[in-house]
């Protein structure tokens, strides 16, 4: 039989086996070894044959290379010790000098620099030459004051060029100075005058004498060599001349030895030890490479610095004594190795022979145990479809959860109805020789078992007759975790969270469909990328660091970011990053679930911003209140001097600047209370825009750096408009305060241009006026406005500013107070800056107030009560009232008015009361009063309310309310109306 016939055959009948395992031992023990497997045999004995004849080689050569690498380990050992005291010398040399530069640098002599110094400096060379070159003393500025040096040795013109690459510093310090192939070492010191430094002392010293006397002794013989780095890997001292100066990487051309690189390399690094390498040696006309061993040795220098000293022997050198053992032990080797070879060959033959049996028995059972216990089901049926053999593995999945018996069973019988036809006919197609895929069907076992597997058909011939053979492969579990797995993808695939599986490495696997929609990238463009690819920059380094080394040590990560689409948009979304283990804990994949929250987000801004608005809100109606007390005082004080001072009197102009700055202030407040939608809706009247540019850049110049120029140019010297002037006026100062920001940086120019244009030229929407209209333009020259973000200039809360800078508000009001006014606001912006323009129908100037000057104030003999918590306030009342006639009485706790007015109720035919007061409000005592005199009439005023209006004072029964601070004017024209009125109303013929 041929020889792969046989190997075929006996594989084949392993494969398939036997139900009874003594008849597959059988089997096996029928196939006779041919020639090839006494070819194989003879192999084994060749390879053993060999192996042993190496062994013993390796055997007798170990003894030798044990002595010779003591040898090299006691040489190395000897020159390092002599190159630690080569070393040891130098550093001593810089130990002496470092004591003599800081003694010379701290004596007053050498500071001063006077004859006895610059003796000092002289004799201090003379002793230390020549290692010695120069000493030196230099000013602040680096100029020579003073030098002293060997010009026998080195030219002048070397030694200016050593001078002129001295970098002292704050400490003393060694340094390397190159000046063409002469190497000098530059000792410096600063020399302080008491605390101010004074210059620097220096040393130049003579690198050529240092070497020629403690490592020149360490070159023995011509084939030794050695080497001087510094710290920097610039070689001071070489075989090669040429190499002086240069850096180590630049020195491998001629030495062609990574391993020589790598040992100057750790010298840099101020190393210690031993090492080997391969030298080209240039004085032996190009020669073959030598080993080498060197020792290298780091020199300590003052101030930080060092060198590193090695020295390299050739092997043969070292090894220059063992030549005579080498000899020796070679040839007892030899002899040895020939009798130990003789010997085994005999042995062998015999324990081959022996083990050949042993060897082909153990095998057999090898294979059978292979086949019982390997882990996929094996059955063998004939013809009829009667079990003939089942391994382990197809025993437990046929006989399922139950210890039904085997023997004799039709396979086929086993499967459910609806898979029996079709596996019938894969085994006839087998039996045809056709191959088929492998194929999943359902099986009904004992006690009432329901599996699915997998199973691939093939024919044989098995103890003389045809058989098919069946690899089953129980895929139940497996089914159940894929339709598991299905479900699970649905439900990934329809969920609105974005879902990201990535690698270790950071590689998107995996996204959702959630995820191509909130990014805009599509599955194909995010696999293979790295999540980074979403980063918008609103987050540092810190902040990926963090999540990071989270997710590394293992833990989730929870958190907010901000990413940005493929179309350049931000959006918000709350992330939770888990990592993924495999079976042995080891983190493979991270699984991120992020929800979109930008308008979860943005409404939090939105309320946050609203909060902050009532915060303000409620501030500036704190500060109105007192602010208008304040002012309250001062202005009625005012009007009272200016009724008492002559109208040509100095004093007379400088109480009236008193009275308009205090009526400004009341303005200013006012426009708090604006800003802040505190203040009550005030009418809209004529107002004269050139008149309220004018007086609001004077407010506006005083808070803008002198780096922005402001002009203004009123080609409509007065530009009426119907409008409230505190609005006008916040209009003005956002759109300056905006322009400013835009030129915080560089400054530049600011123009407002006022002017009035025709009906035709208007866009006012149409139909909301029909008449022309005032234009204002505010340009500036800052940088402009991003074309991403201009459309949202005028949207609540939005702002580009830093967060606590701006409330985004800015904008939206001005947008909303011209939109009230039935005007138009439009935007036009550049890299050259940006111009807002504005646009309001104009309004008719108003009619003057023919009415003559009604000259002295109205006044009275009344009698008049006046209620108010702050002092100042009760005064100017009184005083003002007073001058013009009333009879009038204070109080300042309304308690007590309430109680003068129940003892005495018809003294009093007026009171005035402030609205907010401790105890009581004035409201409230507006109502004890209405129940207990009800005829008696009540002016409340106050400084700010938010409750309190005109309308609602009114109802509450009072006949006026006034807003503090009130004029002198204001109050009696009020006061007189009043009592006017109530005359009026309680007279007989009303």
Not at 473 to 502: F, G, K, W
Not at 798 to 821: A, C, E, R, Y
Not at 943 to 972: H, I, N
Request: hydrophobic content about 40%; aromatic content about 6%.
């Amino acid at each position: 039989m041929p020889e792969e016939e046989q190997k075929r055959s006996l594989f084949g009948k392993i494969r398939i086996a036997w139900y009874n395992k003594q008849t597959l031992v059988h089997l096996c023990r029928q196939s006779q070894f041919s020639g090839a497997a006494m070819n194989k045999s003879f192999l084994i004995r060749s390879c053993f044959f060999l192996a042993t004849v190496a062994g013993l080689a390796a055997l007798f050569y170990l003894p030798y290379r044990t002595v010779k690498d003591k040898t090299i380990a006691s040489f190395n050992a000897e020159q390092l010790l002599l190159t630690r005291q080569a070393a040891q010398g130098i550093e001593d040399v810089f130990a002496m000098y470092d004591q003599g530069l800081r003694y010379l640098a701290a004596h007053s002599a050498v500071v001063r620099l006077d004859e006895r110094g610059r003796g000092i400096l002289q004799d201090f060379y003379a002793i230390h030459t020549p290692v010695l070159l120069s000493v030196a003393r230099t000013d602040n500025a680096g100029d020579l004051l003073f030098r002293v040096s060997n010009t026998s040795a080195v030219t002048p013109a070397v030694l200016d060029q050593a001078f002129a690459k001295v970098r002292p510093g704050p400490e003393p310090a060694v340094t390397d100075i190159f000046c063409g192939q002469t190497m000098f070492a530059a000792f410096t010191a600063p020399v302080f005058e008491g605390d101010l430094p004074a210059g620097n002392l220096i040393f130049l010293i003579s690198f050529e004498q240092l070497v020629d006397k403690f490592v020149g002794p360490l070159k023995a013989s011509q084939t030794r060599r050695t080497w001087v780095i510094n710290r920097a890997g610039i070689v001071l001292d070489c075989p090669n001349p040429d190499h002086s100066g240069a850096h180590i990487d630049a020195t491998t051309d001629d030495v062609q030895a990574a391993a020589l690189l790598a040992i100057m390399k750790k010298m840099a690094r101020g190393g210690e030890g031993t090492g080997a390498f391969t030298f080209a040696d240039p004085q032996a006309g190009g020669g073959p490479p030598v080993l080498n061993h060197v020792v290298f040795m780091p020199v300590t220098l003052p101030g930080g610095n060092s060198w590193s000293l090695a020295v390299a022997t050739p092997e043969h050198q070292v090894l220059a004594n063992m030549t005579r053992f080498r000899n020796t032990w070679l040839l007892v080797s030899l002899v040895a190795l020939a009798v130990v070879l003789t010997m085994g060959l005999f042995l062998i033959r015999i324990l081959t022979l022996a083990g050949e049996k042993k060897k082909q028995q153990r095998i057999e059972d090898q294979l059978v145990e292979l086949m019982e216990f390997t882990p996929i089901g094996i059955i063998v049926y004939n013809m009829d479809g009667i079990l003939q053999y089942a391994n382990r593995t197809a025993r437990e999945i046929w006989q399922g959860s139950t210890s039904a018996v085997l023997d004799g069973i039709n396979v086929f019988e086993l499967i459910h109805p609806d898979y029996r036809n079709f596996s019938i006919n894969r085994f006839k197609d087998a039996l045809r020789g056709v191959t088929s895929e492998p194929a999943i069907i359902k099986v009904q076992l004992p006690g009432n078992v329901e599996k699915s597997i997998e199973t691939s058909t093939a024919a044989i011939d098995f103890a003389g007759q045809r058989c098919g053979v069946t690899v089953i492969q129980d895929v139940t579990q497996r089914l159940r975790v894929e339709e598991e797995q299905r479900r699970l993808a649905t439900a990934i695939a329809n969920t609105n969270d974005s879902i990201v599986i990535t690698n270790r490495e950071g590689t998107i696997q995996y996204v959702n469909p959630a995820f191509t929609r909130i990014t805009g990238y599509t599955r194909e463009e995010a696999l293979g990328r790295n999540p980074r690819v979403l980063k918008s920059g609103f987050h540092d380094n810190a902040f990926y660091a963090n999540m990071w080394n989270t997710l590394l040590r293992g833990e989730v990560w929870e958190g907010r970011l901000i990413n940005r689409k493929k179309d350049g948009s931000l959006y918000n979304e709350l992330a939770s990053i888990s990592p993924v283990r495999d079976a042995t804990g080891k983190i493979t994949h991270f699984v991120a679930v992020k929800r979109d929250i930008t308008h979860e987000v943005e409404l939090e801004s939105h309320l946050h911003q609203a909060q902050k608005m009532e915060a303000i809100g409620t501030l500036a109606g704190g500060i109105a209140h007192d602010f208008n007390n304040i002012l309250g005082a001062i202005i009625g004080f005012t009007d009272l001097s200016l009724l008492q001072t002559p109208a040509d009197s100095p004093i007379h102009d400088n109480l009236l600047h008193i009275r308009n700055s205090g009526r400004r202030a009341a303005d200013l407040i006012q426009q708090i209370l604006t800003f802040s939608r505190q203040a009550a809706d005030r009418q809209k009247i004529p107002v004269s825009m050139a008149a309220l540019l004018t007086e609001t850049l004077k407010l506006l110049r005083a808070s803008l750096p002198t780096t922005i120029d402001i002009q203004l140019h009123l080609n409509e010297p007065e530009g009426w408009v119907m409008a409230d002037p505190v609005q006008i006026q916040q209009v003005i100062m956002n759109l300056c305060t905006n322009a400013f920001h835009a030129m915080s940086e560089k400054g530049g120019t600011l123009t407002i241009t006022l002017e009035r244009l025709p009906l035709a030229d208007c866009r006012t929407a149409p139909g909301k006026t029909g008449t022309a209209c005032i234009e204002m333009m505010v340009e500036d020259t800052g940088h402009g406005i991003d074309e991403a973000i201009i459309e949202r200039i005028f949207d609540p809360f939005f702002t580009t500013k830093d967060p606590g800078v701006g409330t985004g508000m800015g904008l939206s009001v001005v947008h909303g107070i011209i939109t009230d006014l039935d005007g138009m606001i439009t935007v036009d912006s550049g890299p050259e800056g940006t111009c807002f323009t504005v646009l309001i129908p104009e309004s008719a100037r108003p009619a003057l107030d023919v009415t003559p000057a009604a000259g002295e104030p109205p006044t009275g003999t009344e009698s008049i009560l006046v209620v108010d918590d702050e002092r100042d306030i009760r005064e100017t009342g009184r005083m003002m009232l007073e001058q013009l006639g009333y009879r009038v009485t204070v109080c300042e706790d309304p308690l007590q008015a309430l109680a003068m007015i129940r003892e005495d109720g018809g003294r009093f035919d007026l009171m005035i009361s402030d609205q907010t007061m401790p105890g009581m409000t004035g409201t409230e005592l507006l109502a004890e009063i209405r129940r207990i005199r009800p005829g008696l009439p009540v002016i409340l005023c106050t400084g700010f309310s938010e409750q309190l209006t005109e309308d609602s004072a009114r109802q509450l029964g009072a006949r006026r309310l006034l807003m503090k601070p009130v004029s002198f004017r204001r109050l009696a024209e009020a006061v007189r109306r009043v009592l006017d009125e109530s005359a009026e109303e309680s007279s007989p013929a009303s």
